[in-house]
C-alpha cells in the first residue's frame, strides 16, 4: 500500500501525500440548541469555516452509537450511526417534523454536550418521524429505503435485533438473554424478529435517516475540496451487536463470556498499565475466513471517510492479551497479530486504502516496519516532542520525514494552553521540558498555542492536523477525554460565535505562508 495511491473518493479531495492541513473535530463538539452536536446547519457552517480558513481535512471520532461513558470508542456496533447526530431540521425539510415541534429546548446545554437531555429529547421526535414516513407522508421515498436496506443487510439486520433485545430484557450484556437467544438459534431468533417487526423497522429507519444525512454532508465537503478523515478502532465492545452476532470470531468461553480482554502494558506515562476490557479477536478464526468480517468493516468505514486512521496501530503487529478475571492490565502477555496477512487481504479485496497509523506508546522496531512497509503515515504529536522521555525526540519536526500527520496534540492529550499550565505544576516539571518549548517555538506562553500550530504548518509532514481546542488558545476545561477516568470525558462543545472571520483569515495566512494549499 504505497502513500503515492492513497487517494480520497473524490477527484476534488487531496490525497495524504499532498502538503494539507485540516482540524479535529468531533460531530458532537459542534453547537447548536440539541443538547449535543449532530449534522445539523452547524455541520455546514463548519465546512464554510474549514473552505475560508484554507483547510483541506474535517478529521472527527468514529461516529457509531456511543457506549460506556458516552464514549466514541465504546459502541454497540462498529457498522451503525448514532442516532444522537440526526438532524431534525432536516427531517422538518423533509415533511417528517412541523417546525413547531422542533423548538428548541428551553435551557440546553450550550457549552457541554448533556447526552441524556439529548436522547430524551429526540427520542420522541424520531419516533414521531417514522410514524408518518411508515405512513407514507414526506419526501423520504420507500425505494430508496428499500434499497438502503438491501445495501447495508450484512449487518443491519443483527444491529436491529440486538437493539431490540437490549430494550426487551433491559440490558446490552447479551449473556444475561435467554440461552436460545445468546447462542443465536435459528428458530429463536426468527420468532423474535416476528414478534417485534415494527420495532425493527423502527430503528432501522433511523439509520437509514442518519447515514442519508451523512451522505449530504460528505458532498457539501467534497463540493468545497475538503475531505473526512474518520476513526477505525481496533477492537470492539463486548456489549455490541458484533460480538454477539459473531462470536465465533472472538476469544470467549462456553458460556459467551470474554476468556481474554485488551488492554496496555505499564508504561512510563502510566505505571498500573491500562484494562480496556475488550474481548480479543480470534485470529485464527478470522484468517481461516480470509478476514471477511474485517473486510466488510473496512469497505463500510471507506465508503463514509475519504481517510481512515486506524487507532492503536500497534495492535496490528502484536497485542497485551490480559484474562478476563486479572486484576490489573500489568497479568498480561504479548501475543502476535496476523497483520500482514489480514492487510494482505484487504488489500486483494479493496485495493490501496487512505490509511492513518495511529502508532502512539510503546512501540517496538516491527510496528514500525509493519507501518513502512505498507506505505502508511504515521502519527507525531508535537506536544510529546516536549517530554523528558526517550521517545520525545521523535515527536520533533527535525526527526521526521513528509509521510507523516503531525498534530499539536490529540483527542486524548490536554489542549496545549492545558498542556503548558498542567506543566508548571512541581510533580509534572519532570515530565515535560518547558523551558526547551518555549525556546524552540520562541513565543511567550500567551501564544503557546500559536506557536505550536505554526511549528505544525511548517514541518515537512505532509498533513497538518489542528484541534479546535488549540486554535482556540482554550485551557484544560475544553478537553475532549482523560484516559482511565470513566466520567466527565466527550462533552466538550465549541461555542457558536467561536469560529470568527477574522479567525479564518488568520489560519489561512498562517496555512498559505506553509505552502498548505487549501
Not at 435551557?107 to 447526552?115: E, L, M, N
Not at 425505494?143 to 444491529?159: K, S, T
Not at 516496519?369 to 506505505?375: A, F, I, K, P, Y
Request: proline share 6%.
Amino acid at each position: 500500500m504505497h502513500s503515492g495511491a492513497l487517494r480520497g473518493t473524490s477527484p476534488k479531495v487531496p490525497g495524504l501525500q499532498d502538503r494539507r492541513s485540516g482540524l479535529l473535530l468531533h460531530l458532537s463538539s459542534l453547537p447548536g440548541p440539541y443538547h449535543c452536536g449532530d449534522l445539523g446547519p452547524a455541520a455546514f457552517r463548519f465546512t464554510d469555516f474549514l473552505a475560508a480558513s484554507g483547510q483541506s481535512w474535517w478529521q472527527m471520532l468514529p461516529v457509531n452509537p456511543i457506549g460506556l461513558g458516552n464514549s466514541p470508542y465504546s459502541t454497540t456496533s462498529s457498522f451503525a450511526g448514532e442516532p444522537l447526530y440526526i438532524d431534525l431540521e432536516g427531517l422538518a425539510a423533509d415533511g417528517l417534523l412541523k417546525k413547531n415541534e422542533i423548538a428548541p429546548p428551553q435551557a440546553p446545554s450550550v457549552s457541554r454536550s448533556d447526552y441524556r437531555q439529548a436522547r430524551r429529547y429526540r427520542e420522541v421526535r424520531l419516533k414521531k418521524a417514522y410514524r408518518r414516513f411508515a405512513a407514507g407522508q414526506g419526501r423520504l421515498k420507500s425505494d430508496a429505503y428499500a434499497r438502503f436496506l438491501a445495501r447495508h443487510r450484512y449487518w443491519i439486520e443483527d444491529f436491529a435485533l440486538f437493539r431490540v433485545l437490549t430494550g426487551k430484557f433491559k440490558t446490552a450484556n447479551w449473556r444475561q438473554w435467554p440461552v436460545a437467544l445468546r447462542r443465536r438459534q435459528p428458530s429463536a431468533l426468527a420468532e423474535m424478529q416476528a414478534a417485534c417487526q415494527p420495532e425493527l423497522d423502527e430503528i432501522k429507519f433511523r439509520q437509514f435517516v442518519f447515514f442519508r444525512q451523512w451522505s449530504r454532508l460528505k458532498t457539501y465537503l467534497h463540493s468545497h475540496g475538503i475531505g473526512l478523515i474518520g476513526d477505525l478502532p481496533l477492537f470492539v465492545g463486548y456489549h455490541s451487536s458484533d460480538v454477539w452476532a459473531w462470536q465465533k470470531y472472538f476469544k470467549l468461553r462456553r458460556d459467551g463470556s470474554p476468556q481474554y480482554v485488551a488492554g496496555v502494558p505499564p508504561d512510563y506515562y502510566c505505571p498500573e498499565g491500562q484494562l480496556w476490557g475488550n474481548p480479543l479477536y480470534d485470529w485464527r478464526a478470522l484468517e481461516k475466513d480470509d478476514f471477511s468480517w474485517w473486510q466488510a468493516r473496512v469497505r463500510h468505514i471507506v465508503s463514509l471517510f475519504d481517510v481512515v486512521r486506524l487507532d492503536h496501530f500497534i495492535g496490528f503487529y502484536r497485542y497485551w492479551e490480559i484474562k478476563a478475571d486479572a486484576a490489573s492490565a500489568k497479568e498480561g502477555r504479548f501475543r502476535q497479530t496476523p497483520g500482514r496477512a489480514l492487510f494482505g487481504a484487504i488489500k486483494s479485496a479493496l485495493g490501496d486504502l487512505p490509511f492513518i497509523a495511529e502508532d502512539l506508546g510503546t512501540v517496538v522496531p516491527g510496528v514500525y516496519t509493519l507501518r513502512d512497509d505498507l506505505g502508511l503515515p504515521g502519527m507525531r504529536v508535537l506536544q510529546f516532542g516536549f517530554g523528558n522521555d526517550e521517545s520525545a525526540a521523535y515527536h520533533l519536526p527535525f526527526n521526521y520525514g513528509p509521510n507523516a500527520v503531525v498534530y499539536t496534540g490529540t483527542h486524548d492529550n490536554n489542549t496545549v494552553v492545558g498542556w503548558y499550565d498542567e506543566g508548571r505544576k512541581k510533580a509534572n516539571q519532570k515530565l515535560v521540558n518547558l523551558k526547551r518549548c518555549r525556546d524552540f517555538l520562541g513565543v511567550s506562553p500567551q501564544n503557546l498555542h500559536w506557536g505550536m500550530i505554526r511549528e505544525a504548518m511548517k514541518s515537512v509532514a505532509n498533513l497538518a492536523i489542528i484541534p479546535v481546542q488549540d486554535l482556540l488558545g482554550l485551557d484544560r476545561r475544553a478537553r475532549m477525554n482523560i484516559p482511565g477516568k470513566a466520567t466527565g470525558n466527550w462533552q466538550w462543545r465549541m461555542a457558536a460565535n467561536a469560529p470568527t472571520g477574522r479567525l479564518a483569515a488568520k489560519l489561512r495566512h498562517t496555512t498559505e505562508i506553509f505552502n498548505r494549499q487549501p
